[in-house]
Structures are given as structure tokens and as C-alpha cells.
């Protein structure tokens, strides 16, 4: 009589991308992995992954699991993962500077990270709302700005959307600081995203690419702006290309699929 040996489940394979960055983190957590491994899939579907430079999903709960880029999940400089300086606090909902001293370098330089001056985009996902003196991404040499600064209380509550653009570049009134922001260029199109609509379009052409490291929680121009130090709370942040229209729809419903997995999404 033969002996009848039940065969052993296994879960899915992961995505390979997806499965590098949960082992560089260490995530554990079965709904954290399922997210990643979704967010990675759907970026790939939509054709913006081959787009993105560095993508922090900000997953695990504290500052040795934040730093990692999803999309190159080494621990160097050269791999654009994070550096944090100052207060900060680290928990499942993500990451949040203290507004005095907190800021986190992302080692990207657009002088050298981009191959040109007009093309690129920046996002966060902000979880607060909130109105503040600060700037929440970014970086400026001279009058050469990559920012996005969310609901700036100095200036009417405005938001201002910038890539490779002259003095803030593009501006809307800002009705609250919550959720996904994307600053984006392609050609003279300057526009800024929030959530699945376009808060504001121009056409102006690109200047010259900041020569500075890109700051998250305040502005790099020539070190910490200490005067913009942001306390908002961020689930999510990238650096990339520039995204046409479909992309940065679609992109937002992934990472809105991402947050609402992980019972964050606002």
C-alpha cells in the first residue's frame, strides 16, 4: 500500500524587486509584504517603475526600516536610502520630523541624478493636516528650485509645485494638506498632482538643475533651511522621471491601494 504524503502549501512568490526590498528592511509582517509586493506589481503594470530613482514606502515602523528605496534596496549613498538627522518620530503610519531640527537627506543630487533639466517629478503622502512656515521635499541652489512645499502658512496657504523651475515655479490655494503631492515636468509642462486631479498646470521652461542633495522635511539650500523645517507626517515619498497624465492617475491609485492596506490612507 502506498504511503500518501500531503503535499506542502507554500505562499506566492513575491516579486523579485519587491522581495529584495523586504529582505534589505527585514519586514515580517505578512500584510506589510502583501502591500509592497502589490505596490511594486502595480507599478510595473502601469509603466512607472522603470521611471522612479528612489521610492520610500516607509513600512516597518521605525528609522532602520524608513530608509530603505524600494528601488534599490542597498545600503549606500550611491542607492539614494535615507540618512535621518535631528528629532524624529518613527511609527506604522510612517515618518514625521519634529518641525525644529528633523530632516532626512536622500543623497539624490538633481545635478547628477537627472539627465536633464526638463524632466522629473517628486511626490509625498502626506497623513496631516496641518499649515505651516516649511518646505516638505526638496532642494535649491541659487534661484533653482526642486520643491514641493505643502500648504505654506506664509503664503495664503498656498502650495507650490517645482522641478528644475525659477522661484517656486507654479502655486495653487490648498484647501488642506492631506493626501498624495507630485510635483512633475516634462518639457515646458509644469504641473502639480494632488490626489487623482491636477491642482495646477503652467508652461514655463526648466532652469538649471539644483546642485544640492534633495532634503525631505525641509529644503537643502546650502544645508538644512532651518527656517522650513516640516512636521508633517509622511507614508510615502519618491523621486523620479516625469509622468504624463495616465501615469500619475495611475499612480495614485496604487499608492492609494498601498495605504489602504496598510490602514493608512486618508
Known amino acids: 500500500m502506498g504511503v500518501y ?3 506542502k502549501s507554500s505562499a506566492p512568490a513575491l516579486d523579485p524587486d519587491a522581495q529584495a526590498f523586504i529582505t534589505a528592511a527585514g519586514i515580517t509582517d505578512p500584510t506589510q509584504q502583501s502591500a509592497i509586493n502589490n505596490l ?5 503594470a502601469a509603466s512607472i517603475w522603470t521611471k522612479m530613482k528612489a521610492v520610500y514606502p516607509f513600512v516597518g515602523g521605525t528609522a532602520s526600516t524608513h530608509k530603505w528605496n524600494l528601488k534599490d534596496p542597498q545600503d549606500s549613498d550611491a542607492a539614494y536610502r535615507l540618512v535621518f538627522f535631528g528629532g524624529w518620530t518613527h511609527d506604522a503610519n510612517g515618518i514625521q520630523g519634529n518641525g525644529t531640527n528633523g530632516y532626512a537627506d536622500t543623497r539624490f543630487n538633481p545635478n547628477t541624478g537627472y539627465s536633464v533639466n526638463d524632466n522629473g517629478h517628486i511626490s509625498v503622502y502626506s497623513r496631516l493636516n496641518q499649515s505651516q512656515v516649511d ?3 526638496g532642494c535649491q541652489s541659487g534661484s533653482n528650485y526642486l520643491i514641493l512645499s505643502i500648504r505654506r502658512l506664509d503664503q495664503s496657504n498656498n502650495t507650490y509645485y ?6 517656486f515655479a507654479i502655486q495653487n490655494a490648498d484647501p488642506n494638506s492631506l493626501g498624495m503631492y507630485v510635483a512633475n515636468r516634462i518639457g515646458t509642462s509644469n504641473k502639480g498632482y494632488k490626489n487623482n486631479a491636477i491642482a495646477i498646470s503652467a508652461t ?3 532652469t538649471v538643475r539644483p ?3 534633495a532634503y525631505i522635511s525641509t529644503i537643502n539650500s546650502g544645508g538644512p533651511n532651518s527656517g522650513l523645517y516640516s512636521n508633517k ?3 510615502f515619498a519618491t523621486i523620479g522621471d516625469g509622468l504624463t497624465d495616465t501615469e500619475a492617475a495611475d ?16
Open 5 to 7: 504524503i500531503k503535499a
Open 251 to 266: 499612480f495614485y491609485t496604487a499608492v492609494q491601494n498601498f495605504q489602504t492596506t496598510l490602514s493608512r490612507q486618508v
Open 211 to 213: 546642485n544640492a542633495n
Open 40 to 44: 511594486v506589481i502595480n507599478l510595473k
Open 135 to 137: 518646505a516638505d521635499l
Open 204 to 206: 514655463n521652461s526648466a
Open 233 to 235: 507626517q509622511f507614508a
Open 162 to 167: 517645482g522641478v528644475n523651475s525659477s522661484n
